[in-house]
């Protein structure tokens, strides 16, 4: 019998606001049914300690079919999966043993010495290019698209040259009104590219960025990384790794245009404050717009719900991030907030790996820009800024600003 739910609010009042249902969920019903746009029937959870339990519990399995447990997704059961499961699909101790590869090269040490400077670099670059271009200018494709993808490649060791297939895939693949076809084709594009690059890496010897480290890794005896996973970890790194911080680097540059009071603060002590001002915006926007989901391995009680074993429990975050219980004024944008932590890059052992990178890129190019160009402003009415309401992570399509 099929049940009849409540959908899951994803429509939004204002631009920068989760749904307003959300703030009523929150109070009467915090982990509740619901259906959720893909069809399938599980729990959404909308408070803060509530949602960082479900994904600090090892009773909670990351483990999910292909798609079943990405809300906006759709679902056909039973069909073969293009590469292994990657490690944020997997659950202890095999997610720690791949996790732990690549975490070196994740640290803010890390970051700080082998991106930084390059970071520096390709961001004034992009600032003298805007100051030599028209006085109107797509802000996406001068600094928020280009710098990340930039940055994904200089670490995986990917030809720059390549962004615009990699970037369409990308898109296609996680925009929730595509078909399934056009989603897979999108996927399957990733999954051929990092295969053939794998194979030309192989066969030149090449020793340039982590793909190459990765390979080595995959050929010596008695690895732990198969073909499959190697590829299936390139992908999760190369898409999880520019869409995210475009995303986040579009929607806050629109947010400090519309908060001036906000941008004063960045700009006047631009050292002290760009940390907690991207700290404040990563949970003010929270742009994984859907949530994410993990499926209980056994019946367990949470916030007063009985969950059953293989039940679809999935955490909203952006409404997690508004939670009153945590944050004071949740809904006012406020570099002066003490945040001592946000569900915006998840929370446990799945927490965002490329976490530092994405702070890097932000606190680096967010106040430069508005301190370059401190005329900076709109050149459409903010209504009418186009905006991803169907791609997992949500943002701009494009910001028309002048300097
Ligand atoms: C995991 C968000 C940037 C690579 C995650 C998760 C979230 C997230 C919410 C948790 C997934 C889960 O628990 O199922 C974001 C946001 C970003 C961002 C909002 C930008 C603002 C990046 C970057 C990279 C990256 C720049 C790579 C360079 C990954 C990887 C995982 C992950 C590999 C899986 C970690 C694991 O399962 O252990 N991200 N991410 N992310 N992210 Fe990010």
Redesign the pocket.
């Known amino acids: 019998m099929t049940e009849t739910l409540p959908q899951m609010p994803v429509r939004r009042a204002t631009r920068l606001d989760p749904p307003v249902e959300y703030d009523s969920l929150r109070e009467d019903r915090p982990v509740t049914r619901v259906r959720f746009p893909n069809g399938l029937t599980g729990w959404l959870v909308t408070r803060f300690e509530e949602g960082s339990q479900v994904?600090a519990d090892p009773r909670m399995s990351?483990m999910r079919p292909r798609h079943d447990t990405r809300p906006g997704e759709a679902t056909e059961a039973g069909q073969d999966a293009p590469f292994d499961p990657v490690?944020?699909m997997m659950d202890e101790p095999d997610?720690s043993s791949y996790?732990r590869l690549l975490a070196g090269r994740f640290t803010p040490k890390s970051v700080a010495a082998r991106l930084q400077p390059y970071l520096d670099r390709i961001v004034d670059e992009h600032l003298d290019a805007i100051a030599a271009g028209p006085e109107t200018f797509d802000f996406v494709e001068a600094m928020a698209l280009p710098i990340?993808c930039l940055v994904?490649c200089e670490?995986l060791g990917v030809p720059y040259a390549d962004r615009d297939g990699f970037h369409h895939a990308t898109q296609a693949m996680m925009d929730m009104s595509r078909s399934r076809e056009e989603r897979d084709r999108g996927a399957k594009w990733l999954i051929d590219y990092i295969t053939q690059l794998v194979a030309d890496k192989r066969r030149s010897k090449s020793t340039e960025g982590l793909i190459a480290e990765l390979i080595r890794i995959a050929d010596a005896e008695g690895s732990i990384v198969t073909d499959r996973q190697l590829i299936g970890m390139g992908v999760?790194?190369l898409f999880?790794?520019h869409d995210?911080?475009a995303a986040?680097m579009g929607l806050s540059t629109l947010t400090l245009l519309t908060h001036p009071e906000q941008r004063r603060k960045l700009l006047a002590d631009p050292d002290r404050t760009a940390g907690p001002a991207v700290e404040e915006l990563?949970r003010y926007l929270t742009?994984?717009q859907f949530g994410?989901g993990r499926v209980a391995k056994e019946d367990l009680e949470l916030g007063g719900q009985h969950i059953r074993e293989g039940d679809l429990v999935v955490v909203g975050?952006n409404a997690a991030n508004r939670d009153p219980r945590t944050f004071d004024a949740p809904d006012t944008l406020d570099f002066d907030r003490k945040i001592i932590r946000h569900l915006?890059?998840?929370y446990g052992?799945?927490?965002?790996?490329?976490?530092n990178?994405?702070r890097a890129e932000l606190k680096t190019v967010l106040p430069r820009v508005f301190a370059r160009f401190p005329e900076l402003r709109l050149a459409v009415p903010a209504e009418q800024v186009p905006m991803d309401e169907h791609g997992t992570?949500y943002g701009v399509f494009e910001l028309m600003v002048t300097r």
């Not at 052992?349 to 976490?355: I, T």
């Open positions: 994904f990351a490690f944020v997610h996790r990340p994904i670490l999760l790194l999880a790794g995210t911080t986040m990563m742009i994984v994410l975050m915006a890059f998840g052992v799945h927490q965002c790996l490329g976490q990178i994405a992570n």
